[in-house]
Nanobody
Framework: QVQLVESGGGLMQAGGSLRLSCAAS????????MGWFRQAPGLEREFVAA????????IYADSVKGRGTISRDNAKKMVYLEMNNLKPEDTAVYYC????????????????????WGQGTQVTVSS
């Protein structure tokens, strides 16, 4: 049974940085792609970043490109999202997700490819 637990959210200042972590358990972690998504109040969940099972080929939403970095440590079964130059519009609940199918070589930005989700961690960026 896959479990994903996010941490690292909180109240941030605009212009600052954050590092979110996601601890995974269950399946062979390195086989599966990992993604970060976020959902702001009243809006649909949106893609933020994703990375392949082997830790290559990261992809980013345009809104975080150049400000965000996704990484993973397969030995520790962890995935991270670092973002700098935070903006108030980054305020959202951030979710870690794992692909349903094996995504060893590539990453996916589509929520439909993710069958496992964490509970989310709130990030609030004040101006």
């Amino acid at each position: 049974q896959v479990q994903l637990v996010e941490s690292g959210g909180g109240l941030m200042q605009a212009g600052g940085s954050l590092r979110l972590s996601c601890a995974a358990s269950g399946r062979v972690f390195s086989n599966y792609g990992m993604g970060w998504f976020r959902q702001a109040p009243g809006l649909e969940r949106e893609f933020v970043a994703a990375i392949s099972g082997r830790g290559t080929n990261p992809i980013y939403a345009d809104s975080v490109k150049g400000r965000g970095t996704i990484s993973r440590d397969n030995a520790k079964k962890m995935v991270y999202l670092e973002m700098n130059n935070l903006k108030p519009e980054d305020t959202a609940v951030y979710y870690c997700a794992q692909t349903s199918a094996i995504y060893y070589q590539s990453a996916s930005k589509f929520p439909r490819d993710y069958g496992y989700w964490g509970q989310g961690t709130q990030v609030t960026v004040s101006s």
